[in-house]
């Protein structure tokens, strides 16, 4: 029998939820205000547009998606002119995504818009226009990486849903999926895993190279000579560290200790970059810790003299 979602992997529990939503839409037409709230790359995109094709109303139709990143929102006026109509006019589901990045006037606005109430249609009057949300026609989701920047108000007008953490077997089962008439030799799979960073959309980039490498080299199987050859050629380490943080691994390891104005001036990295982008995947695998400095912990110095000596 086929599952609700069954695109999706793991889930389980969100799954169930939505799909409560969706069999209800199918009576009234009317969605909760949903935020999902999940790390990056952690498939918030993915599960909306999965969702999005089980919303059937009850006459048979089903609405479009508008995806807007609400980075490119740059003010309430901008929304109203160039996203309202398109929204409205179409029935739409609208998806705002990286919703703590909304405009703070919009923010304001939406207090109005997404008030809990039984009756689906809302009325404000905005720049001397009044615009009406009707949302028996329309359903409004968005999503956020940093729900903490939701205003307290707004976020009280949301209904959340939190992405649970995939394990090692399920991004395992994500990299397959996204994986076309390649198969993986058993002995390796656990050096793929091994590899994961923790959210689903690595795993669909290994997948991708992968398919390409595979398609480059006219392979339909990867054995264990191909896994190494591939990671040399894509850069990637043990435990799936990139060509920066080993190189924040060995200053550290060299040094034993440093300050994030020094790191940036040894590898070369901004500080922001190294706070933003690098730091993350050494503090969750465990080999390094922040107190008054950097520094590697006693995985990360067995780690460092490991690779020490590598080209």
């Not at 790191?263 to 990295?269: E, H, M, Q, V, W």
Request: hydrophobic share 40%.
């Amino acid at each position: 029998m086929t599952q609700y979602l069954d695109n999706i992997v793991g889930q389980s529990s969100v799954k169930t939820r939505l799909q409560i939503y969706a069999d209800s839409y199918k009576k009234d037409g009317i969605l909760p205000f949903i935020m999902i709230v999940a790390n990056k790359g952690g498939g918030k995109t993915k599960l909306v547009r999965e969702f999005r094709k089980t919303l059937v109303r009850a006459d048979g139709s089903k609405p479009p998606l508008i995806e807007v990143n609400c980075a490119s929102i740059k003010s309430a006026e901008g929304f109203f002119n160039q996203i309202y109509h398109t929204w409205v006019d179409n029935g739409a589901t609208l998806f705002c995504d990286e919703a703590h990045m909304l405009p703070q006037r919009l923010q304001e606005i939406f207090l109005t818009v997404l008030d809990k109430d039984r009756n689906p249609i809302r009325r404000i009057t905005f720049g001397g226009e009044e615009y009406i949300f009707d949302f028996t026609q329309i359903s409004f989701i968005c999503a956020t990486t940093d729900h903490q920047k939701i205003g307290g108000a707004l976020d009280d007008r949301l209904t959340k849903i939190s992405l649970a953490q995939y394990n090692k077997e399920e991004l395992f089962e994500i990299l397959k999926h996204n994986l076309e008439g390649v198969d993986i030799c058993h002995k390796i799979q656990p050096l793929i895993k091994d590899i994961f960073r923790g959210h689903p959309r690595h795993c669909v980039e290994i997948a991708e190279d992968l398919q390409k490498y595979a398609a480059a080299k006219s392979i339909s199987k990867i054995e264990e000579h191909h896994w190494g050859e591939f990671c040399s050629i894509m850069g990637i380490h043990d435990h799936g560290f990139n060509e920066a943080e080993m190189a924040i691994i060995r200053v550290l390891g060299e040094r034993g200790e440093s300050s994030l104005e020094a790191l940036a001036a040894s590898t070369g990295f901004s500080r922001g970059a190294i706070r933003s982008r690098y730091e993350h995947a050494l503090l969750s695998r465990g080999v390094m810790e922040i107190g008054a400095k950097r520094i590697l912990t006693a995985k990360g110095r067995l780690f460092y003299h490991k690779i020490k000596d590598r080209v």
